[in-house]
């Protein structure tokens, strides 16, 4: 099975390596800790605490599963100094008809954050935007209908 890429900025990778050591040392030590905690209480049948602290675990376990699996396939988005034509790692200003022009940068879907202007490049509008130019319209299907866009600049 080929595993798929995980695009990431060089600060998108430090952020998931930096929470995935917080998460294989801290993290799994304070789970721990509260696991015993727990035991300490009683009988684990009928222990809510201990059925918690177990499901923590769990989501932490995942989430560390997670992070490995999109590490493991990672490729940097660099800055390439290509500015001609919209790609990964892009910053791209957009404006639709009687709307103030918005500013987006072009990221991997790991680090895709739309309230922060980052878009992810498998997004309607990203997928829309890649390797076009400045000038260009290009239009998206979103749930309230179709939109057209035209590339205002590319950094």
Known sequence: MTEKKTFLTPEGHRKL?????YLTTVGRTEIA???HEAKMDGDVMENA??????????????RIMTLEAMLENVEI?????????VDLGSRV?????GF?????????SAEADPGSGRISNASPLGKALMAHKVGDRVSFSTPAGTIEVKIVAIE
Do not use: M, S
């Not at 390596?17 to 050591?21: F, K, Q, R, W």
């Not at 103030?100 to 991997?108: K, L």
């Open 17 to 21: 390596v930096e929470e995935l050591e």
């Open 33 to 35: 800790k509260v696991i």
């Open 49 to 62: 605490g201990y059925d918690e602290a177990r499901r923590q675990q769990a989501f932490l376990e995942g």
């Open 77 to 85: 988005i660099q800055a390439n100094g290509n500015h001609d034509a």
């Open 93 to 97: 200003t957009v404006a639709e008809d």
């Open 100 to 108: 103030e022009p918005e500013t987006y940068t072009i990221v991997g």
